[in-house]
């Protein structure tokens, strides 16, 4: 019975987000309502960006509808707190409903960065007031239980990074999508072994919102392959509920779940990706003396890009390199300790990089050889011809002469 918890409210998310988004795909090509198109973009032509919009009202509205039906009328003894669970997903719901209304300010008019960083701020503290923050490492850096004060802070900090990096990660069709898809199928099913259903109902509910959306952003819409993004308003909304999936997974409190050994490194192990990202983007940007939130094409799929890979081979690599990250590290915790797991998450991902900056130096260099291959050839082919029109001028002087 349990299980339906989970499975109904999966299918009906699908259900709803693949009948609601065509009708906002038509309502943003009415209202000429399109993503701008500039030399940081990857896409040339016109396409509507508000698909996000269906991810919160969805979410919300199937996740109260969901606990009032199996908690409220007994159909599933769920053997939670209420007093300690509930009030979190209450200010999760007020979280979402804030960032939706900056998200669609944004992505209609433009939101000053000042403002929106004030809202994910705001946003971030409600984490704590409902009782929900970051209060034990499990060991990582030899750290176990840490005091409110410090844990606090710290859980705030760790929000706006994962709004903002799920934010900027969204550069490709189908990446921030498929990557908050993978890591919610992955929390949810680690929840669901933890006999939290409340949680895993939530992260199924934003992964089958999101499968249609990523068919649709990444093959088209209708006949036509039209295809739609999902703006600001889907990857801050997305970004708070893998920040709340993340945290309440790593947060040790026996109302949520048992006590899990590992539960902080699988807990952020699917986020690795989009968080290294933006913290080595941040990094090349305060070594080169540009300003750290100036847009460039430095991420991730910028340099896969750039190394010739298609849009969908990209969005592919970058996914299956997450879903290893995460997969790995959730298997690895139950045998190893969390700070090894770690050390091999960083050796990788610092591999992985040296491995693309080569392969991008090679053929960097491969670029120039042939330019001046082609240099030479043309120089040589000039030669020649100046060389004929010379032979033609002194056979004509000899003709003249003679």
Known sequence: MKTLLIIVPF??????????????????????????????????????????VVFAPIQCFLMTLAVVVFYKYNFVNLSINTEEVLPMFLLLICGLVMLFLVGIGDD????????KFAVQIFVASLFPLSGLWINDLYGVFFITAIPAYVGMPLTVLVVILIINAINLIDGLDGLCAGLIAVGCLVLGVMFALQNA?????????????????????????????????????????????????????????AAIKPFYEGAIVAAFSVLIVPVMDVLRVMFVRHRAGKPLFMPDRSHIHHKLLDLGLSHHGAMLSILCFAAFFAIF????????????VLIWDLLLWVGFHIVLNRVESFRHAQRIHDL?????????????KLNLQDMTLKNLQLENVR
Request: charged share 15%; net charge positive.
């Open 108 to 115: 209609l008019a433009g939101v000053s960065y000042k403002w």
């Open 372 to 384: 001046l291959h082609a240099e030479n050839k043309l120089k040589n082919t000039e030669n020649k």
């Open 197 to 253: 259903y409340l949680h895993a109902m939530f992260a199924f509910i934003t992964a089958g919102v999101l499968i249609p959306f990523f068919y649709f952003n990444v093959f088209g819409i209708n006949k036509r392959r039209h295809r739609i993004f999902m703006g600001d308003t889907g990857s801050l909304t997305l970004g708070l509920s893998i920040a709340f999936l993340a945290i309440s997974f790593a947060m040790n409190n």
């Open 11 to 52: 299918f009906i998310a699908l259900y709803l987000g693949r009948v609601i988004l065509p009708y906002v795909f038509l309502i943003c090509f009415k209202k000429r309502l399109f993503d701008p198109i500039d030399k940081r973009k990857v896409h040339t032509k016109l396409i509507p960006r508000l698909g996000g």
């Open 329 to 340: 590290n959730s298997v690895m915790v139950n045998y190893i300790s969390n700070n090894i």
